[in-house]
């Protein structure tokens, strides 16, 4: 499993986490997001290839601004 978070002073306010779940094609795996997505991924790409590619499936909701 791999989660990755991102947190502003100190509190997460965006995580994802996914699980590897085997061969997706010869040379990548799947992974299962935890919204039900599936990603693949080489390995041999590393980590942070794979985080960023986590990262990219969040949709952030639009959010209200006020102005002072």
Request: net charge positive; charged share 25%.
């Given at each position: 499993?791999?989660?990755?978070?991102?947190?502003?002073?100190?509190?997460?306010?965006?995580?994802?986490?996914?699980?590897?779940?085997?061969k997706?094609?010869?040379?990548?795996?799947?992974?299962?997001?935890?919204?039900?997505?599936?990603?693949?991924?080489?390995?041999?790409?590393?980590?942070?290839?794979?985080?960023?590619?986590?990262?990219?499936?969040?949709?952030?909701?639009?959010?209200?601004?006020?102005?002072?």
């Amino acid at each position: 499993m791999i989660t990755v978070s991102i947190l502003i002073n100190g509190q997460p306010i965006l995580t994802r986490s996914a699980v590897n779940k085997g061969k997706g094609t010869k040379t990548k795996c799947k992974y299962q997001l935890d919204d039900g997505n599936t990603i693949l991924h080489d390995p041999n790409d590393g980590a942070a290839s794979l985080a960023i590619k986590m990262l990219g499936c969040i949709k952030e909701k639009e959010i209200m601004r006020v102005s002072k």
